[in-house]
Structure formats: structure tokens, C-alpha cells
């Protein structure tokens, strides 16, 4: 066709769009729709990706560079950018049996100098460091009790933060009594500036509240930030506190680094400085990063074929594309019927187009003139709504994505890539529509009559094949390699669904066999709508499409929630209170007494109270350090997986071992946190393991251990393995490398008891049992059995009472599983109702006007007014029915090929027969399709048929 061809087509299409505004708004608004989604995603990831000189700011402030002292006597390897990655190469991890480290001049430089002298040492004359000391989190009081808080001290008077810690509201601490919080923990905590907030151990020097900062990297975290000295010094003095590098106590090991003018932080100087265990952020590097052929740690990564920046969760990435790409397939069947309506109004314009002269071409092109001018004006609709809704909600959105963003950035062929997007889909909703008017014969369109042919029986083969094979290569290529897995996936739901639509007008042809079942109104409406199929067919594919995407997600929700209901452990029988979690810090077990008063006073009828004990090995990991052993049940020696002992091996072949030895495939599943060795007595038994057996709380007293799983017992004994405290090393020591955690082995006599939960690992033992094996015991929490489960309220009551005592979530009853994916699930298949309704009232629309002089005929010979409500909400119960079946067919497809894509990724060497089959299980969500298959025809029916007036206007038969 010649260009002036088309701009006259196009000239037609604009003047129908006009005149036909509902319809063109429709399809206006199904094309905006998506591309507002991917506009308003481009706009967010573009905005939130920062450019260098942004990313400097946030990560330095106003600042050269940002210095810290990885590990003393050590060599760093880093990327220009160490968050991106760096290693560490330790004399000590290369000495061999015990011998001393060699370490290089600039590693026992590092040794010997404070780090914040050697720092000044290296870096140029006349650089000053501002330490960056961050403490451990810690209990601080809020409105409603105590909130659990990160400690920071800055001095915020010092303009180099800006832009790493920006100032909001209020002013920067000036006094050593007071401090700036951020605003999430103004907000958790109920506070106002002005307000007064202690510290857990500190209440004798609370602070006041003078400021909200906000990390613009991070605006969800919770701190307060007080003055160098006036807070992480006296919370190592507290007793029990954490202490050692790990918790912040230490001298800082964190600077920014400000230069004098004309100074620099090059590339040279990063390398020399990681030669002495240290890393740094420059400035200058960052933005000016020097070649890949430069940086020892990306040589040393490509020579062992280390992972590279911007690695993708492969899975997302195949559900991302299917999804994405199975919703534009609907969207172009659901605007589908919009044109074929159009064709079918203008069917006499185009007949009169036809007898003067034009080709096919030419009436395919004004119906594809239609999706051209509809498409670009929903996409440019679209577009400018994605733009502009999110420049109206970049605080929310920075706030969701917590973090803030650089600039607001539009990219041009990111966004002419979306509109190109909205012009795909247009054409493509008119091609079917323009292709069936092109082929219209001339008289019949311009008397009005249809002429009716019988379905292709070569493009039903066609359709069955593309859906037996769509479905294959979906299913089949799920598991296949990443490379080849989105493309199957996408591509095999999309051949399969696009099958079935090519089967469609075959398979009306079937469904009208039913008619002579039939009474006389389901009947007419039946035939018409089998002998009409240029207009039925487009309509059952838009309710199709519409109600496929709800059943693959509903299947997806129900499958990936009956993976989750069969990994579920309870920790304890059902109804149980459970308070603490094994682990409770010193100060919260201080507190253990006050917590069960207040659960006791605020949950009723709890019945008889159980403690539980940790049992403890040389020293207790609660105390604050990692000076303790740890205690674990062992299984014999024939049953122990072979990975498990000190052997060393390379990764295949302990790969090998896990995917073939049957010892590695065994479930260890628990649900309590409590430790592997307990102490406590038979109310611990019953409370917490529902053991009824009187025997096994017997053999407690008599001073054997109680265990669960009969793997662990043999011969009327268990192993308890107890694991020597690891060498706590500083950096400082000039010795041999640390040596490997010793262990030894102890038999405890035993009885095997049946348990109402998993707790495989475990057993029990009483605290006399523990003090004659030479271990100590501690208050780790308690466990109530209450004859049903307390309720909602009474919950939370409790849980009000014990944030006054404690920061930590310290109380849970165990209520079973919780799903929620029924509620999402219906609400989809209400969100697809409404969609297959729209589409079956086009269709029904469209049904009415072409059956009017039928209807004409019917009240010529006597039938009753009442005959045209009937006969509409049959033709729209007829499209709905024939739409929401085939929909189902093909809405499992994608939904059991993701299903595969997720077991495929989460399988790994010695995972368990049964948790494989979980991670891929696929269950149908029944009340969900049953609701779409029978109440949404009835539904379409019943509204087409409320809705259709009942007088019909006698009109004169042509021909």
C-alpha cells in the first residue's frame, strides 16, 4: 500500500475512534494500563539507580573517601568499590600445621600501629579522620515501653555528613545529654523532639530527642545517634554487654578521611592501603574507576571464576518474563472483541469501500488503522499517567524502596521503547478483526447479512497442535538450563493459550451440539451464537484470557501455599504459649520472672507452667562473648552423613556424596528454638513435646535423657557431642593460626518417647542429669499447655505488657499454620469476574444489534417482550460459559511450569525426596475454579439480562 493509502485509513480509523467513544475508551484504557506499569517501574529503577557522583555522596558525604580497617596482618583485595567486593589473604590462614605466620613488612606494620595512627601514617600530610563508631542494638524506652534501636556517634555539627546522614527536622546534638534519632524510630516509638529516651542500663543518662536524620540509603533504619563519647563507651561497661569488634565496643575501625585542598585518594594509594589490611572508598575512584585489567581482585575473580557484579535470581527472572509476557497476551485478546465490534458496525462503510474499488489491503488497513491510532493514544495516555503519578508519589515510593533518589530520571529510549510497547499491542488486537473484514463478502456487508462458513478444520488441527505442543515445551523445558527456561516457559503458555484461540471457533461449533438439550431461549442463544462465530469467537477468547491469568495465579497461590502448609513444623502441640526462644540475652533473663508474671496475669487458664533450661558447655553464649562451647545430640556413627566429619573434599565430590549417600537425604526438621539439649521435667515434656507417656517423665527423674527420633538412640544410649569454644583471636597475636574447635563425645543413657511435633536433634534431660555430666544450666523460657488457645486479645495484652520489660518478641502460640492465600486467591477471581464481564457484555452488545431483526421476527409471530432480556443473558451466559472453561485449561499451563521453575531452582545435593516433591507441588485451588466456571456465567447472565430492556422496536426486513 502507498503511504497516501494509509494516511486515508488512518484518517478513518481517527474519525470511527471519535464517534465510538465507549468503545475507544476501552481500548485506550486496556492499552494505558500496562504501559503505565512499565512506565511508572522504568521511571522508579532509572531514578533509583544512582550516578556516580550520587553514589559517592551517599557513601562519603562531602568527604574524600571513606576508610576502614578490615583485619590487622592481613593483605586487602578489593574491587574500586569495596561494597562491590573485596577479600582478605591472612598469613595465618597460609601457615601449614601449626607454624608461624610469614607475614610481610606491611603486614607486621599493620600489627604493630594502632590502626587510626597508621592510618594518619599512610595517608597524605595533613588528612584528618572522622571516626565512624557504630554500637550494638539495644533496648532504648519509647511511649509504649522499650524499642529495640541501633547506637550510633557522629557529631552531626560536622558538615562532611551531609549527604551520608542528612538532618530533617530539629538541630544536631550540641550537649552530651542529648541526641538525634531517625525518623522510623520517631515513628516506632511514639516520641516527639523534645522528648526524653534512655538506653537499657543507662536510664540514670537519658538523652533528648533535638533532631531526626535520615541515611537517604537507608531510610528504614532505626538509630539513635549521639555525640563521640557520650554513649557506645558506657554501654561496654554495662555487665553482660556485648563486647569485641563484632559489637561495636571496640576502638573505632571506621573513618572518613578529609584531605587538604590539592590532596587525593588515587588508585595507587587504595592498593597500598590494602596492603595493610585495609579498605577504601575514594572519592576520586569512584568516579574515575581505573580498568578491570588494573584491579588484582577482579584478576584473582576471573581467574576462579568468581561471580560477577549484577548477578539476577534466575527464577524471578523466568516468573518476571512469564508473567509479564502472558499479561500483554491477554490484554491484546481482551481489546480484541473492542475491534472486531468496530469491523462489525462499520462492516456496511467497509462494504461500500469494497464495491468502489478498494483491495483487501486497503479494509485490513483501516481496521488496523484503528489499533495503530487507539494503540499510541493509550500508550501516550499511559506514559504521561506513569510519569506523572510517579513524580506525584516519590516520597512514597522512596519510602517503600527505602531509599531515596538520586534525580528524576527519564530516559527517551527507555520511554519510545514503552510507547512502541502500547503500538504492538494495538496492532495486534486489530489483526484478527482486520483480517475477517478483509475477507467479508461485498453484498453481504452491505445488505447486512452474514455469510456464514464452517469452521477450518485445518486451523483446528493447527490449534491443537500449537496447544499440545505449547503445553510440552512449557512443562518440559521448565527444568531445563536458565538460558533456555524463560523462553520455554513464556513462550510454551503463550503457543498453548494462542491454540486454544485458534481453536476456539471449532470448539463453538461443538458446544452449539448442546443446543437441542435445551429449552427454547438457552437454545436461540446457542445457535446464534454458533452461527455467528466471527463475532463469538473474539469474545470467548477475551473471557478466556481473562479468566486463564486468574486460574495460573490462583493455581500458582494455592501450590506454592500447600508447599509451604507441608514444610511447616509446629514448635510446639497446638494452643501452646511459648515464651523466650532458647537464646534470651543476659538482661532479658534477668528479667525471665517478671515476663511470666505478665504472661500469667493477662492470658487465663494457662494450667501448670514448664521451664526450659539451656544446658551449656564451657561458658554461656547469652553472657556476651563467644567464649562457649556448644552441645549438640549426635547421631551414631553409622548414620552420620559423611560431609559432616573434618575430612576435607573438593565441591563435586561432596556434591556427589550428598546427592547419593541416603544418610545425607534425611529430614531434620524442628519447630521450637529451644537448644538441642534441654533441661527441665516431665511438665516440660508434656508442654512443650505433648508426651503423655508417664514412663518417659519417670526416666527423666531417674536421671536418663528423654529424645524423640529413634535414630538417635542405640543400644539405650544417645551421643551428646560437646564442641569446645573457639579461639578468640584480635588481630594482635603473632602465633600460630588458631586451631580447629575440639570436641569429645559423652553417652547419656536413654528412652525413646513419641512426640505431637517434629524434633528430630533434640532431647531432654533433667538439671541434676546436666550438673552431674559437668554441665551448667540457665533460665532459656517457659511453655504453657492451655486446654484451648488463647484468643487474639488476650495475646496482645500480654505482649503490651511484656514491650515494657523487653524489646524482643519473646511470647508466640503456636496457632498452626496461616494462610492467607484463599483470601488472595478470591479476590483475584473477582478482579477476573469483572474482566470476563466486560468482555462478555461487549460480545452480548454486539450479539443484541446483529440480532435485532431476528428479534423483529420473533414478536412479528407472537413472542412474548420478555424474549430479548432472555435471549441476552443466554448469549452472554453462552460466551461467559464457553470462555471460563477453556480459560481454565489454559490457565494451568504456566501455572504448573512456574511451579517446576521453583522446584527445579530450590533443589539442592542432599535435599530429601519429600522436600523436593514440596518445593514443586501443584495443588488446584477447587472453591476458586469452581467459582469462576459456574458462578461467573451465571452472574454475566443474570446482569446482561437486568440490564437489556425488554420492548423491542420493530424494524422493516431488507432482502
Not at 283 to 296: G, I, K, S, T
Not at 855 to 874: D, K, N, Q, Y
Amino acid at each position: 500500500m502507498k503511504l497516501s493509502a494509509w494516511r486515508v485509513a488512518l484518517r478513518i480509523a481517527r474519525r470511527d475512534a471519535l464517534r465510538a467513544k465507549g468503545r475507544s475508551a476501552l481500548v485506550i484504557a486496556m492499552v494505558a494500563l500496562p504501559v503505565l506499569g512499565v512506565t511508572g517501574a522504568d521511571v522508579v529503577f532509572r531514578s533509583a539507580d544512582l550516578e556516580p557522583a550520587e553514589h559517592v555522596v551517599r557513601v562519603m558525604g562531602q568527604a574524600a573517601g571513606e576508610l576502614q580497617m578490615v583485619e590487622r596482618g592481613s593483605t586487602v583485595l578489593q574491587a574500586p568499590d569495596p561494597d562491590k567486593g573485596m577479600t582478605t589473604k591472612s598469613a595465618k590462614d597460609e601457615a601449614k600445621n601449626g607454624a608461624a605466620p610469614q607475614y610481610t613488612p606491611a603486614q607486621q606494620r599493620s600489627l604493630d600501629t594502632e590502626p587510626a595512627e597508621l592510618a594518619k601514617q599512610l595517608l597524605p600530610p595533613g588528612a584528618t579522620l572522622v571516626p565512624e563508631r557504630q554500637g550494638p542494638y539495644i533496648a532504648a524506652g519509647s511511649s509504649q515501653g522499650l524499642l529495640s534501636t541501633g547506637t550510633t556517634e557522629l557529631d552531626l555539627t560536622d558538615p562532611v555528613w551531609n549527604g551520608r546522614v542528612n538532618l530533617v527536622k530539629g538541630r544536631a546534638p550540641a550537649t552530651d545529654g542529648e541526641a538525634a534519632v531517625t525518623r522510623d524510630f520517631l515513628t516506632r516509638s511514639g516520641l516527639k523532639i523534645g522528648d526524653r529516651t534512655a538506653v537499657r542500663g543507662l536510664e540514670d543518662s537519658p538523652f533528648t530527642i533535638t533532631g531526626v536524620v535520615e541515611y537517604p540509603g537507608e531510610l528504614t533504619a532505626t538509630e539513635i545517634i549521639a555525640r563521640p563519647g557520650t554513649l557506645i563507651s558506657k554501654l561496654a561497661k554495662l555487665p553482660g554487654a556485648d563486647r569485641g569488634r563484632n559489637a561495636g565496643t571496640d576502638a573505632p575501625t571506621h573513618w572518613l578521611v578529609k584531605l587538604p585542598a590539592g590532596a587525593t585518594l588515587d588508585w595507587p594509594k587504595v592498593t597500598e592501603l590494602g596492603g595493610y589490611g585495609f579498605a577504601l572508598a575514594s572519592r576520586a575512584v569512584l568516579l574515575d574507576p581505573p580498568a578491570r585489567a588494573d584491579v588484582p581482585y577482579y584478576v584473582e575473580a576471573d581467574k576462579h571464576g568468581g561471580p560477577t557484579p549484577g548477578y539476577l535470581d534466575r527464577t524471578s527472572v523466568v516468573i518476571l518474563a512469564t508473567v509479564v509476557g502472558m499479561a500483554l497476551l491477554e490484554i491484546v485478546l481482551l481489546a480484541g472483541p473492542a475491534f472486531a465490534v468496530g469491523a462489525r458496525r462499520s462492516r456496511r462503510q467497509l462494504g461500500l469501500l469494497a464495491a468502489g474499488g478498494g483491495e483487501r489491503a486497503n479494509i485490513r488497513a483501516v481496521v488496523l488503522g484503528g489499533g495503530i491510532v487507539l494503540g499510541v493514544t493509550g500508550a501516550v495516555v499511559g506514559l504521561g499517567l506513569g510519569i506523572g503519578l510517579v513524580a506525584l508519589l516519590r516520597t512514597r515510593a522512596e519510602e517503600y524502596a527505602g531509599q531515596r533518589f538520586g534525580h528524576f530520571n527519564l530516559q527517551p529510549l527507555d520511554l519510545l521503547g514503552v510507547l512502541l510497547v502500547g503500538l504492538v499491542t494495538g496492532l495486534l488486537a486489530a489483526v484478527v478483526p482486520a483480517v475477517q473484514a478483509s475477507r467479508q463478502d461485498v453484498v453481504a456487508a452491505l445488505t447486512g447479512r452474514d455469510s456464514l462458513k464452517p469452521p477450518s478444520r485445518r486451523l483446528a488441527v493447527v490449534g491443537l497442535l500449537m496447544l499440545g505442543g505449547g503445553s510440552a515445551l512449557a512443562l518440559l523445558g521448565a527444568t531445563s538450563g536458565f538460558a533456555n527456561r524463560s523462553l520455554s516457559v513464556l513462550g510454551g503458555s503463550a503457543v498453548a493459550e494462542l491454540g486454544m484461540v485458534a481453536l476456539t471457533p471449532y470448539l463453538v461449533g461443538l458446544f452449539g451440539r448442546l443446543g437441542r438439550w435445551l429449552s427454547l431461549g438457552p437454545r436461540l442463544a446457542l445457535r446464534d451464537s454458533v452461527r455467528h462465530r466471527g463475532r463469538t469467537a473474539p469474545a470467548v477468547a477475551a473471557v478466556m484470557a481473562a479468566v486463564a491469568g486468574t486460574v495460573a495465579v490462583s493455581v500458582y497461590l494455592a501450590s506454592y501455599d500447600e508447599g509451604n502448609r507441608r514444610e511447616y513444623t509446629a514448635a510446639a502441640p497446638s494452643g501452646a504459649v511459648l515464651l523466650g526462644s532458647g537464646w534470651l540475652p543476659a538482661s532479658e533473663g534477668n528479667l525471665l520472672p517478671q515476663m511470666r508474671d505478665a504472661v500469667e496475669r493477662n492470658i487465663p487458664a494457662l494450667g501448670p507452667r514448664a521451664d526450659v533450661q539451656r544446658v551449656n558447655y564451657k561458658g554461656d553464649c547469652a553472657d556476651g562473648g563467644s567464649r562457649c562451647g556448644y552441645i549438640q545430640v549426635a547421631l551414631p556413627e553409622e548414620l552420620r552423613c559423611p560431609v559432616l566429619d573434618d575430612t576435607e573434599r573438593s565441591t563435586s565430590e561432596t556434591e556427589r556424596i550428598l546427592g547419593t549417600d541416603p544418610r545425607c537425604q534425611v529430614s531434620g526438621h524442628r519447630g521450637n528454638q529451644f537448644s538441642n539439649l534441654s533441661a527441665g521435667d516431665a511438665t516440660l515434656l508434656h508442654n512443650l513435646y505433648g508426651v503423655t507417656d508417664p514412663a518417659a517423665g519417670q526416666a527423666l527423674a531417674a536421671g536418663k535423657a528423654v529424645v524423640f527420633d529413634a535414630r538417635y538412640l542405640k543400644d539405650g544410649k544417645i551421643a551428646v557431642e560437646l564442641n569446645d569454644p573457639m579461639e578468640e583471636t584480635d588481630g594482635s597475636s603473632h602465633g600460630p593460626s588458631p586451631r580447629k574447635r575440639g570436641h569429645t563425645e559423652i553417652s547419656v543413657d536413654a528412652v525413646l518417647a513419641s512426640s505431637a511435633v517434629p524434633a528430630s536433634g533434640q532431647a531432654v534431660i533433667s538439671p541434676d542429669t546436666a550438673t552431674r555430666l559437668g554441665l551448667t544450666t540457665a533460665p532459656a523460657g517457659s511453655v504453657w499447655l492451655p486446654d484451648s488457645s488463647p484468643s487474639d486479645g488476650a495475646q496482645q495484652k500480654a505482649n503490651g505488657a511484656l514491650a515494657k520489660l523487653t524489646d524482643q518478641e519473646v511470647l508466640s502460640i503456636e496457632r498452626g499454620y496461616q494462610s492467607r492465600a484463599d483470601l488472595i486467591g478470591l479476590g483475584l477471581s473477582i478482579f477476573a469476574g469483572i474482566v470476563a464481564l466486560g468482555a462478555a457484555g461487549i460480545a452480548t452488545g454486539l450479539a443484541a444489534a446483529d440480532s435485532q431483526r431476528d428479534l423483529t421476527t420473533l414478536a412479528a409471530v407472537g413472542a412474548e417482550p420478555r424474549i430479548r432480556r432472555t435471549l441476552s443473558g443466554f448469549q452472554c451466559g453462552v460466551i461467559a460459559a464457553m470462555g471460563t472453561l477453556l480459560g481454565t485449561v489454559c490457565g494451568i499451563v504456566p501455572a504448573v511450569a512456574l511451579r517446576k521453575v521453583q522446584g527445579a531452582a530450590a533443589t539442592v545435593p542432599g535435599m530429601p525426596a519429600e522436600m523436593i516433591a514440596n518445593k514443586s507441588v501443584v495443588v488446584l485451588p477447587w472453591l476458586t475454579i469452581g467459582f469462576t466456571v459456574v458462578a461467573l456465567p451465571l452472574l454475566a447472565a443474570g446482569l446482561a439480562a437486568l440490564l437489556t430492556r425488554s420492548r423491542i422496536s420493530l424494524l422493516r426486513r431488507s432482502g
